[in-house]
């Protein structure tokens, strides 16, 4: 087979319409008329279709091959293709105009203003490779000095002064250690504010800085007694972590839907409004409205409360001065067993749901989370404050008698008005009668209520003796009130020796739902 001639000819429309490019800087342009005579397997040839196409790019592109040094235009990456390695060149082209733009756009934002904005992490070429900014412009966030901080006093050399001559400057100079102290302010804590010392060039004396140093740690020490006393014990209206864990015990075991709040505070415990929930099928239902009393975890505010209790026989024998917590348990127990025994005396009074600690959950005497108004609050008629002088006479008589209780600290403040008659609460100081000081707590009893009454217009109040006679059955022929006390005083004693003697407690509060405590001889 002979070889077929092929002669390249450059086709006739080569002054076509349309613009000429020139050669060197069009990729596009037409390329010079060329004869190449070859065979035909030299057509077909790969090799010589890549040589070809090599001979192409070197015409059509020679400044960028000069200046465009990279991976991709070596011999070594022979392999490339050139659609690919246009769009790379065509890319970095493209970057490079929009870095100059970005620059321009750099220059117009900040003008001539002190402090300038950067945005050279918007650039697409790394600033190394090619970089117009000025060698003025300095990341103060890649620097280890910030020219806006003051510089910080030196220190003075191991010889113990610097300088020569007159000139000399020892550490013991007035200037120099005045530095140092408001550069030392720095580190006291955070809470304590020093504000910018060294800016100001700020000079304490020794003196001072000794003070401010003493006052930095005392009030560092203070908040942290503070804050772990908070931590520890149930403030106004506060709720230790303890007591929250079990506030959220109750909700989620069912017992209470919701905390609605606080409504009211005293000097021994804090009162919150729940909606009541369920105990089960078979347990006894749940008020539809509950009272959550959590008694304070301190005795910063009722610090007596230890008479109440280490005279009581219930408690003689658990009685712990050293451990106030156990006290606080001991008083949430002592108010539960006394609303119970009260509550089957028929004196009317919240109903206990239950104890966990020192957190008692009652019911709520009120309606729609407003609680009964105080004795002392509401406003009653004449007949109604006479009706409720014989209601509180009549409690009085119940309580002593068939509960074997002193309230202790009756008065218009611990009773309630609610749905025509009054209600008792807060009895957790309340003591029996062979307490060494129940007769005195139960002769304050009626000075109070008596002195109410009589204030509010009650004419059939009795005096405070008649009405200590009326409730105790003991009659005094003393004629003045200091010998009336002596007698309740000696009295109190002859009873409290003859229980130690010659009686012994026999109940205890296993049986305390069956009634109040019996005592016997030996």
Known sequence: MEPVGVTAVAPAAEASQGPIWPQSKCPWGTPKNTTVSCSLADVMSEQLAKELQLEEENTAFP?????????????????TSSDLMLAQMLQMEFDREYDAQLRREEKKFNGDSKVSISFENYRKVHPFEDSESSEDEVDWQDTQHDPYRADKPTTTPKKGFIGKGKDITTKHDEVVCGRKN???????APEFQVGDGIGMDLKLSNHVFNALKQHAYSEERRSARLHEKKEHSTAEKAVDPKTRLLLYKMVNSG???????????????????????????????????????????????????????KDDYRFKDRFSKLNP?????????????????MRKAGIPCPQVVTLKKHVLVMSFIGQDQVPAPKLKEVKLSSEDMKKAYYQVLHMMQQLYKECSLVHADLSEYNMLWHGGQVWLIDVSQSVEPTHPHGLEFLFRDCRNVSQFFQKNGVSEALSDRELFSAVSGLSFTADNEAD???????????????VQNHGKKVSSFSNDDEGPPIFCNK
Do not use: Q
Request: charged content about 30%; hydrophobic content about 40%.
């Open 325 to 341: 917590r156990k006290i606080i348990r001991m008083w949430a127990e002592k108010e539960m067993h006394n609303l119970t025994r």
């Open 63 to 79: 400044e960028v091959v000069s200046v465009a040094e990279g991976p991709f235009i070596t011999g070594e990456n022979s392999d």
């Open 484 to 498: 009336f006390l002596a007698e309740i005083e000696a009295l109190e004693k002859i009873n409290e020796d003859h």
């Open 182 to 188: 408001t550069a030392r302010m720095e580190n006291f």
């Open 255 to 309: 017992m209470l839907e919701t905390i609605t709040g606080c409504i009211s505070t005293g000097k021994e415990s804090v009162v919150f409004h729940a909606n009541g929930g369920s105990l089960g099928e078979d347990a006894v239902p749940v008020p539809s409205e509950c009272a959550i009393k959590v008694f304070k975890t301190t005795l910063n505010e009722f610090k007596n409360r230890d008479k109440y209790i």
